[in-house]
């Protein structure tokens, strides 16, 4: 057993849950960070045989809030000193943790400006890197949630390029400021670059290890707020079994996909494997396009087949007709073991938790 540190959006992100749930059932301790007692409270009630020496939960207050507007209600000044200062309690335990999993880090492509998702990014993930190294001596491996958007070119041609651990998105702090996913592409890059520094730098008595997953799909969490608080990339599953997507399939944008089960538990061998330490992971499991999702859940569930694009509308969610980029996820394999998971497993999975959380999806 394990004593973790698990950090995650509100302590109920997508990713975080999951990964949570796999560290309780590979039998380690978890304490997971929270913004308030309300989802504390939550998340021990939906374990309530756990004693509070194998799950409890820590308050780490959002520093880096976000106002209506869509702008940092705080300074920067303020942002790096209260997100450097964050973990400083949290990596403090009475039983010494020896793993921390930081999945924490904002995931939308709706910044006005690009420095409402850098600066958490960076300053979070470094933030937390430097409270390990001040007070938790005890803790021999970090493991950083990064992206495939810190791994592909999107400026270079798709058609022949595998990529793998070795490749660096090549994005600049002026291209930052592009589009809402530059600005995304730009925080995943430079905070995983950060902490790569950060051990060059700092030389600290723990590993660390990073995942790079692209977007990740498969059953939702059991405490989703609502169907309008789903995780971004599960938002296309959605809009096709509620006919929001039928008269144009979404563009499919990022044609890797991972399971979250699988993602999450790349994460966990990543603590329990010492081989793990210093390498980056491209976790993927196959290509898809939104028009085999379509598909899938037109042949699993004909009760929303009416719902669905068809034809033309279809086009837009297909693979584009001069090719993708292709994948080496032989590390992630190879070294940790992973079990990929088929495209068809993660939406049938997905679909029917979502049922789950709202019946009424179902009803014509």
């Known amino acids: 057993m394990t004593r973790v540190l698990l950090t995650g959006k509100r302590g109920s992100g997508f990713i975080a849950t999951h990964v949570l749930e796999t560290l309780l059932a590979r039998g380690h301790s978890v304490v997971t ?24 939960c820590a308050i780490v207050e959002n520093m880096a809030r976000v106002d209506g ?8 000044a303020f942002l790096k000193l209260t997100i450097d200062l964050a973990f400083d309690d949290a990596v403090v335990s009475e039983l010494p943790f020896e793993a921390v999993i930081h999945t924490a880090s904002p995931y939308h492509f709706h910044a006005k400006d690009a420095k409402e998702l850098l600066e958490p990014a960076i300053i979070g993930t470094t933030g937390i890197l430097k409270s390990v190294q001040k007070h ?48 995304y592409r730009a925080s995943k890059t430079f905070a995983e670059r950060a902490a790569w520094d950060f051990i060059k730098n700092e030389n ?66 990543a603590i329990e494997k010492p081989e793990a330490g210093g390498k980056r992971f491209f976790t993927v499991s196959s290509h898809f396009s939104n028009k085999e999702i379509a598909e899938i859940i037109g042949q699993e569930f004909p009760q929303f087949k009416d719902r ?6 279809l086009i837009p969610g297909d693979y584009p007709v001069d090719g993708v980029y292709g994948f080496d996820n032989s590390r992630a394999r190879e070294i940790l073991g992973v079990p990929f998971r088929p495209l068809k497993e993660s939406v049938v999975d997905a679909v029917h938790s979502l049922l789950a959380f709202d019946p009424k999806i179902g009803i014509q």
Not at 138 to 160: E, L, M, P
């Open 204 to 269: 600290p008595s723990f590993n660390l290890t990073v995942i790079n997953p692209p977007l990740v799909l498969g059953p939702v969490a059991h405490n989703l707020a609502s169907l309008s608080s789903l995780n971004t990339s599960n938002e296309r599953i959605r809009d096709l079994i509620t006919g929001a997507a039928k008269e144009r399939c979404p563009p499919t944008g990022n044609y890797l996909y991972v399971d979250v089960r699988d993602l999450a538990l790349a994460h966990v061998l």
């Open 136 to 183: 938790a001596p005890s803790v021999k491996c970090v493991v950083v949630t990064s992206s495939f958007a810190a791994i592909n070119n999107i400026y270079a041609k798709a058609k022949g390029k595998v990529y793998s651990e070795a490749d660096w998105c090549p994005i600049t702090e002026a291209q930052a400021n592009d589009n809402p996913a530059n600005a």
């Open 33 to 56: 960070t929270v913004r308030s007692q309300q989802k504390a409270q939550a998340i021990l009630d939906a374990h309530p045989q756990l004693s509070k020496d194998r799950l409890d």
């Open 69 to 76: 507007r869509g702008s940092l209600s705080i300074t920067y």
């Open 308 to 313: 669905l694009p068809s034809g033309e509308a």
